[in-house]
C-alpha cells in the first residue's frame, strides 16, 4: 500500500513540476462537459466524429490527429494529451499547427477533454 502511494505521490510531484495539474473536486473528469468542449473548440480540425477529418483538415500541411484509431490513442499518456491540449502539439513533439489552448481553457477542462477523448478512441 505504501507503494502504491508513493508511486502515486510521484505522478502527481512530475505533473505539478512539469505545470500540470491534476484534477479536482471528486477525481473524475467529466466526459460529458469534455465532449462539449469538444465540439466548441476541436472539431473545426478534429471533425465532428473525432476522425481528423475537420472542416479545415484539408487547408493543412500536417493532418490533424484522429481520436477515434484506438491504437495510436492507447499509446499516448492522459498527461500527454493533456500536456498536447494546454501547451501545443509541439510541446509533445507532435505538429506546430496544434495550438495551446490553455488560454481558453482551465486545467479542469483539459481533463475533462482528456477523458472525452478517451471514450472517442477506447468505447
Known amino acids: ?3 502504491i502511494f508513493a508511486i502515486t505521490m510521484m505522478a502527481a510531484g512530475t505533473m505539478m513540476a512539469a505545470g500540470l495539474a491534476l484534477p479536482t473536486g471528486a477525481g473524475a473528469a467529466d466526459a460529458q462537459h469534455g465532449e462539449q468542449l469538444y465540439h466548441n473548440y476541436c472539431i473545426q480540425c478534429h471533425g465532428l466524429n473525432g476522425d481528423g477529418k475537420g472542416i ?3 487547408h493543412l500541411d500536417v493532418q490533424p490527429r484522429n481520436h477515434t484509431d484506438r491504437d495510436e490513442m ?3 499518456t492522459d498527461e500527454d494529451l493533456f500536456k498536447a491540449i494546454k501547451l501545443g502539439g509541439q510541446s ?3 505538429s506546430i499547427l496544434m495550438p495551446n489552448w490553455d488560454g481558453n481553457l482551465s486545467d ?3 481533463h475533462d477533454l482528456v477523458a472525452h477523448l478517451r471514450q472517442l478512441c477506447c468505447q
Open 74 to 76: 492507447s499509446a499516448r
Open 108 to 110: 479542469d477542462d483539459i
Open 92 to 94: 509533445v513533439n507532435k
Open 1 to 3: 500500500m505504501k507503494r
Open 56 to 58: 479545415n483538415a484539408s
